[in-house]
């Protein structure tokens, strides 16, 4: 995380800068709310509070997917698609087998 007022450039587990001491919180580009470093959303209005090292794995697929697999997904997807089934579960608990 990269420090507002001097810009040296933290650890993302930072709470304070490791330069000048400053409190490393990401005010929200939305309303403005500060919010602790390691949240990824606005705790006062819920707006992303933009790009962190934990984002980058939830890039879009096309992004990390290779594309010979992703022709193979597309050419098969009637075939991946699966079935559905309607089933019935039952849950039972009987009178004192929680203890066992």
């Known amino acids: 995380m990269q ?22 919180d990401a005010a929200c580009a939305a309303c403005g709310t500060p919010n602790p ?3 990824k959303f606005c705790q006062e ?11 980058a794995r939830f890039a879009a697929p096309e992004a990390y997917t290779p594309t010979h697999l992703a022709r193979k997904i597309l050419t098969a997807r009637s075939s991946l698609a699966g079935e559905r089934k309607k089933v019935t579960v039952l849950f039972a608990d009987l009178k004192g087998s929680l203890e066992l």
């Open 3 to 24: 420090c507002p007022r001097c810009q040296h450039d933290n650890t993302p587990a930072a709470k304070f800068c490791g330069e000048c001491g400053g409190r490393l």
């Open 37 to 39: 470093p390691l949240n």
């Open 45 to 55: 209005c819920g707006a992303a509070l933009g790009a962190s090292a934990g984002e």
